[in-house]
């Protein structure tokens, strides 16, 4: 245990100790971390208390409308925060040989770095409005450990990377996750549109694995950025080791529970995919839409308040 608490020790002074950069310490909640964890105990107070405790005895809130524009604009965000980073000259070939190079001696491409590093990880500080939309809509058991804790680690990730390390070294893995945010927040849009665009959302699944290619990438890259002994620092490399492997084996986790039943009949598909959606409108705290269910000889469609009773 005390070799531990010294390790823990000297890889915390070992990051005070790195030379910080004046600029990046300027800009909004990079002066210290306090800013940053101010957030995340909020986001976790209310998420996980406040909200569900305040939403306990009301109706769930109207937010189809707010929720298509959240979704867009994190589409757009994210296609933006990948054009960033290609927009820097010959930033390719640059990655590729010089991998272990921190800061890069390029001013003007490590200013571009940083920059869009900033942006990355005020990205992650709105994508925890996901949370707060399932909380405010009554989809508690939406807010799953694996929601909560991808959130809360990647917004501190990117936080410690901009404050830390500003080098080249995690552009590669915040340009692949944007790439993915942009057809994830893709389909999360189409969902929110309602009912009539269900047709459209039958690759659900792929995204799971979409995600964990993601994933597995990373760790390939950052197993070679440790191999190729960068110099990073030890605090930082365990920290985005762990937690890749720690995002694969939950999404894996989710994805066995989620896809690896087995076969459901038609009126459970329909049901489980209409539930699915997450964003369907809900007026007055009763579902709009209608739930089909099929019978051997023909379709009957009840209100899903109905359909629920029946099946009771």
Request: glycine share 4%; with cysteine; proline share 4%.
């Amino acid at each position: 245990m005390t070799t531990i608490m010294q390790m823990l020790v000297e890889n915390y002074n070992e990051l005070l100790e790195l030379k910080k950069d004046p600029v990046i310490d300027s800009w909004l909640f990079m002066h210290s971390p306090l800013p940053v964890l101010a957030i995340l105990v909020l986001y976790l107070y209310f998420v996980l208390h406040f909200g569900p405790n305040y939403m306990k005895n009301r109706k769930p809130f109207v937010l189809k409308n707010a929720m298509i524009f959240y979704n867009l604009y994190q589409v757009l965000f994210s296609i933006w925060l990948c054009s960033h980073a290609l927009n820097v000259k010959n930033a390719i070939p640059h990655f590729l040989n010089h991998t272990c190079r921190n800061p890069s001696p390029n001013k003007e491409f490590q200013a571009m770095l940083a920059n869009g590093a900033w942006w990355y990880f005020f990205s992650k500080i709105t994508e925890l409005l996901d949370t707060v939309f399932f909380v405010l809509r009554k989809k508690q058991s939406q807010v799953s450990f694996l929601h909560v804790y991808h959130h809360s680690v990647t917004m501190v990730g990117s936080w410690a990377y901009l404050k830390y390390l500003p080098g080249e070294q995690g552009v590669v893995i915040g340009f692949l996750n944007s790439m993915v945010h942009v057809v994830m927040y893709f389909y999360y849009f189409l969902s929110a549109l309602g009912p009539k665009y269900q047709k459209y959302l039958w690759w659900k699944k792929y995204m799971t694995w979409m995600q964990l290619t993601q994933f597995g990438i990373m760790l390939m890259y950052l197993a070679l950025v440790v191999v190729m002994d960068c110099k990073l620092p030890r605090a930082l490399t365990y920290f985005f080791v762990t937690n890749v492997v720690i995002f694969i084996y939950l999404f894996s986790d989710y994805y066995i529970k989620a896809y690896s039943k087995p076969k459901r009949t038609n009126t459970q598909k329909e049901v489980e995919n209409v539930d699915a959606n997450e964003q369907l409108p809900i007026e007055y705290g009763i579902a709009t839409y209608r739930v089909k269910e099929k019978t051997a000889d023909n379709i009957i469609s009840l209100p899903k308040d109905l359909y629920n009773k029946k099946k009771g």
